[in-house]
């Protein structure tokens, strides 16, 4: 069974600061997805990242996908208020299955 | 363009009735569809996998008779809570994937479900 783990679950930090979100799945997937969640609001599509070694950066985010260790980050650099939100991460189940599984998520709280 | 809706975006229903929730694709055609229920501040979880023309599939531990799936056209698939009770309130999400688009699943507004 695929299993998603994001860690930190929470996150507050300062404006300014960096930091980054963990995300680790159990089997092998042929993409993995970040997705960003404002309260009450449905899910605004990040990144897709598809192969080992791959790096997208939108902004102030940067994600990676490192498929040997079935990790991937998503790295923020100098926070701003706006950042603040529900982070997700999303594998599929490999062998063209696109039937997705989350993460736990991380809520970001960024502190003026 | 991928741009996918839900209807209605809220509801609030007694305890034993059904409720009918729409997904469309509004710019793509989607032969397949998929059904996410959230709980608050809890992540999303695959219900079910809508498929035109054919029955959907359920995840394991999803009642089939009580979440009715139908996927009547290449732009619609409609999600109906029979008999719903006050466990059923959640926000439920639909995607549609996207051929077009490397299979990418492109996510609805969402539909808040209040059971009183």
Redesign the interface.
């Known amino acids: 069974e695929l299993k998603v783990e994001q860690n930190p679950l929470f996150l507050s930090m300062q404006e300014g600061k960096n930091y980054t979100i963990y995300c680790n799945y159990s089997t092998t997937s042929d993409r993995l997805y970040w997705?960003r969640q404002d309260p009450?609001?449905?899910?605004e599509?990040l990144f897709?990242l598809l192969s080992n070694g791959a790096v997208k950066q939108e902004g102030r985010l940067m994600a990676s996908l490192d498929t040997k260790a079935r990790l991937s980050t998503l790295h923020i650099t100098a926070a701003v208020h706006d950042l603040s939100a529900t982070y997700?991460c999303?594998v599929d189940r490999g062998f063209g299955n696109?039937?997705?599984?989350?993460?736990?998520?991380t809520r970001l709280t960024i502190i003026p | 363009g991928a741009v996918v809706s839900q209807h209605p975006s809220w509801v609030i229903c007694k305890s034993g009735t059904s409720v009918k929730i729409e997904c469309r694709s509004l710019d793509f055609q989607a032969t397949?569809m998929?059904w996410y229920r959230q709980f608050p501040k809890?992540?999303?979880?695959?219900m079910a996998?809508s498929n035109e023309g054919s029955k959907a599939t359920y995840e394991q531990g999803v009642e089939k008779d009580k979440f009715l799936i139908n996927h009547a056209s290449l732009t619609l698939s409609t999600l109906t809570v029979t008999s719903a009770h006050p466990e059923d309130s959640s926000f439920y999400?639909c995607s549609a994937?996207a051929t077009y688009a490397?299979?990418?699943?492109?996510?609805?507004?969402?539909t808040?479900l209040t059971v009183l």
Do not use: C, D, H, W
Request: aromatic share 18%; no cysteine; charged share 15%.
């Open positions: 997705y009450g609001k449905s899910l599509s897709v997700f999303a696109e039937k997705l599984t989350f993460g736990t998520g | 397949t998929f809890q992540s999303l979880m695959l996998t999400i994937l490397y299979n990418e699943q492109f996510f609805g507004p969402g808040r």
